[in-house]
């Protein structure tokens, strides 16, 4: 790896996702001394000319323990989606006063945004969060972001920090991703089991390979393993940016990894998707996915549209300007795009010539079961090849 890539002197906008583990300690609370350090290096990116965005988990973990003693105390272990709730609700203060403090000792001003799966995956919410960001970017502050985990359900929420980070690097058009972690990279295999697991320094792309490196590298308080780095690795890198998993257990971990700290470094793609494609490509749970030929997929990979006679499967329930993921019938999905008919309609037409869709569903539809316009080629991941 080249020293310019490993410098994050050399990004212009940063996205920094801290985790849970990193921030919180069971029993003392916030680790203040530990968000200090981390300020001070994001001051000096700052001072580089840098704009530094924040991911930042904790608020249960810090609810928690602000409530020791009480039914939302951490020493009755998992607790009910509605205490979390109600201990994210009490954290979230905290945290936001912590980081507020932490960054005004540098002279920077925190702009707390707080998300949900719904902000990041539809457009018009996407664009007017993208929208707020940039705003206070321009006026000179740290956004400051977490998920809006007192609203938030098992059904309709990231449930980690790691791919809502990538999807904020994206939405803002950062060009590095930081990924401070327990671990300090990606090993071939869990390094905890595989004493002769390799360290990854550099990925050039997330392949199959890499994807079956994933290993779960969660720890107590934090919800994220590898597999959920990897994939923000692929949100992220397939826009354009790049992404570095580095550990946080050291103070200073920014200024650690510019003096050497091991760390691996995902390369961003070398042709970026638009600003459209990228919200398509992030979308992180896709409604339904088609299932298609060879012919189909060696067409879609030269930019052509999905036509219905190279679908041989269809699954899930969607409606038509939903999410769907592409795969081949090996059950890897290699693209994602914007659906053009509903699940039932979908299936009717799967497999059959463009010519008979009038015939068909008795109305003349699109040619395209997905128009190029709409779809962007993801890298291949595998995907059941079974009905949701």
Known sequence: MSAEENSLRSYRRITIKVGSALLVDRQHGLRRQWVDALCQDISALRRDGADVIVVSSGSIALGRTVMQGTSLGPSRGRIKLEESQAAAAIGQIALAKAWSEALSEQNLVAGQVLLTLGDTEERRRYLNARATIHQLLKAGAVPVINENDTVATNEIRYGDNDRLAARVATMAGADMLVLLSDVDGLY?????????????????????????????????????????????GRIATKAGCAMIIASGKVEHPLRAIEEGARHSLFLPSASPVTARKKWIAGQLEPAGRFFVDDG??????????????????????????????????????????????????????????????????????RA?????????????????????
Not at 199 to 228: C, N, V, W, Y
Request: glycine share 12%; with cysteine.
């Open 188 to 232: 071939s295999a869990p390094p905890d089991n595989n004493p002769d697991a390799e360290f990854l320094h550099r990925i050039d792309e997330i392949t199959p390979q890499i994807d079956a490196m994933a290993g779960d590298a969660g720890s107590e308080l934090s919800r994220g393993g590898m597999k959920t780095k990897i994939e923000a």
């Open 296 to 365: 189909a997929q060696k067409a879609l990979k030269s930019g052509k549209s999905l036509l219905p006679a190279g679908v041989r499967n269809v699954t899930g329930k969607f409606l038509r300007g939903d999410t769907v993921a592409i795969c081949n019938l090996a059950g890897y999905e290699f693209a994602r795009g914007l659906a053009a008919y509903g699940a039932d309609e979908a299936t009717l037409i799967a497999g059959r010539k463009s010519s008979e869709i009038a015939e068909i569903l008795g109305y003349s539809g």
């Open 368 to 388: 395209a079961m997905i128009h190029r316009d709409d779809m962007v080629l993801t890298g291949a991941q595998f995907a059941s090849n079974e009905d949701d």
